[in-house]
């Protein structure tokens, strides 16, 4: 597991603001989807993406519209833009995935808090992508592996 330190200066914030991409291991078409809650960043759910990254899988951790900046920039987006941010880095995961592996991916789309609520949507909107959900649950790695 990637060893993880405390951000320290407002640099250090920033970019743990920004989405997160990890590529997975050879042909492994397993990927996972993290998003992150109302008013987070992809740094909510980092630990999360590098456990299931160091399984083999594909991850995204996207920012939501709106997100990670100040809350005037929030306040000017609202539900259908954080579920079209979502959406849209689902699509960017699976063709990412089948790019690398040649193989239609097996999609674990998993979310904390309201990204929780964001990730049953999807699995209820593209089960042909998504085998499985969370929403704020206390997960296994082993068990979504």
Known sequence: MAKISQPKTRAD???????????????????ALCIHGFTGTPYEVHLLAHALHDQGLHVSAPLLAGHGHDLKTLRATGHLDWLKSAEDALHELVERTRRATGKRPKVLVAGLSMGGLIALDLARRFPRFSESSTENADVSIDALC
Request: hydrophobic share 30%; proline share 5%; charged share 35%.
């Open 13 to 31: 914030v920033k970019e743990r603001s920004q989405p997160l991409v990890l590529e997975g291991n050879g042909d492994d078409a397993r990927a």
